[in-house]
């Protein structure tokens, strides 16, 4: 079974700002992380998002409210094609380099659905390499267990009151 950890919360509840403090955390205690995280635009009523590799600071527009030609529609949103090929080139180069942790924020109902970064995280899934952090909302966090096999032990809540608890969780899985 992959090492992977889903980390979860309600929607606009500080789950990719929870990520960036874990990922903060762990790089002060020497650890190499890869991945991406996915920030909100927009303040509480999102336009969109950008995708940032954790480890070049790369940034592309990942999602927007409005359509654009050639987008992905998914809910009320429009996936960024070129942000996509990204994420899967991220997760790609993480597959090759099993002493990274990997962050993956966010798995959502595109990868349910088997798009976005879906297939790679299926490889990744029935990978043996090192801590994966998936990020994903309290009302799909069911599916994503299904879909993945991840136990109800590895599903930790988004709470900023939890997150030297978790550090010393994940220490444990290393």
Not at 158 to 165: F, G, K, N, S
Request: with cysteine; glycine share 10%.
């Amino acid at each position: 079974m992959a090492n992977i950890f889903l980390f979860t919360g309600e929607v606009q509840s500080g789950r990719t700002s929870h990520m960036e403090k874990l990922v903060e955390q762990l790089r002060l205690r020497g650890k190499k992380l890869c991945g991406f995280l996915s920030y909100g635009e927009g303040g509480r009523e999102r336009t969109g998002f950008t995708l940032v590799d954790l480890e070049s600071g790369e940034r592309v527009q990942l999602a927007l409210k409005q359509n654009i030609d050639g987008w992905l529609p998914q809910g009320r949103f429009h996936f960024n094609p070129e942000a996509l090929t990204r994420g899967r080139m991220i997760l790609e180069r993480a597959k090759k380099n099993r002493e990274t942790i990997l962050v993956v924020d966010e798995v959502g109902p595109l990868e349910l659905d088997g798009k976005g970064w879906g297939p790679c995280l299926d490889e990744l899934a029935g990978d043996h390499r090192g801590l994966q952090l998936w990020v994903s909302r309290n009302r799909i966090m069911e599916r994503v267990m299904d879909r993945w096999n991840i136990p109800q032990e590895r599903v930790m809540n988004m709470d900023p009151e939890l997150l030297d608890e978790q550090l010393k969780k994940l220490e444990r899985y290393e």
